[in-house]
């Protein structure tokens, strides 16, 4: 692992934390550690993993909250943020997410770190942190699930339109990147997305994933990161995933969330064995947008009072 102070910059992140680099076999890992505030280490680390076209300062609210107890290791995922991206013609699968967490936690948290590890996941991250916990229950203490409780599902009989779909999508390619005179234009485009942001959210997420480019500022993360997915889960395979967590898990739900008024979910909290439910307010990004509080809180709760 390959620390470094953050130089002062536009791009820059905030006092508190530090940039980190985690080399895997296959691509370069990057994100940002908040050390622990404590010289006693009575937790083990937190790994927090984001979601679908975020990055590690999506937990910029969060991280410092968590970092009263233990050192926050908060990475971008593959294609986001300051991290590589996946080689030519290869495609962003969520299992290839799950590997990098995988790889991750061998290569450098085996060694030097206590064990099992807490993992705190937002949205995609959630999904990718409940795999990986399904699959090596000894190697996560606790799971943190945001606005997350599995992975997005097809019906089979959808298996070959989605194929079909994300095959021409592959063949025609990405549309040239656009460029944006500044920064903070692009937050403000980031404002009215799938999961919209208040200005002061959007200018804190979207720095670390823009690059500086001759005329202005363009998107650093993939563009394939935006194809269909080849293949996608059965709500059945979904199922039987969440029913394999055996580490007691939370699951934040915001009231005004992606999964708001997602009745169809309420199976899936049944099926995990040691589950708590925290319900909080504001949207998907309830842990960075608004009032952080009540996220932080039930997170501390969970994690550190048990």
Known sequence: ???????????ANPAGCREAHWSL??????GLIWPSETHAHPHPSVIMV?????????FAHLAPELSEFTSVHAIDMAGHGHSGHRPPGYGYWLTDYVADLCELIDVHFSKNEQQPLDLVGHSLGGIVCALYAAA???RVRRLVMIDSIGALSRPAKETIPQLRRALQKKRNGSAPAAV??????AAKIREGGLSPLSPEAATTLVPR?????PDGFVWRTDARLRHPTALMMTEEQVQASLSELSVPTLFIRARQGLLAGRQDLDKRVELIPDLTVAEVPGGHHCHLDGDTAPVASAIKRFLFDA
Do not use: C, F, K
């Open 50 to 58: 984001h979601g679908w076209l975020d990055n590690a300062m999506t």
């Open 25 to 30: 076999q296959n691509i370069e890992l990057s």
């Open 1 to 11: 692992m390959n620390d470094a102070v953050l130089a002062g910059s536009r791009l």
């Open 209 to 213: 994933n823009m690059r500086e480019h």
């Open 136 to 138: 090596y229950p000894e």
């Open 180 to 185: 944006y005179s500044t920064v903070e234009s």
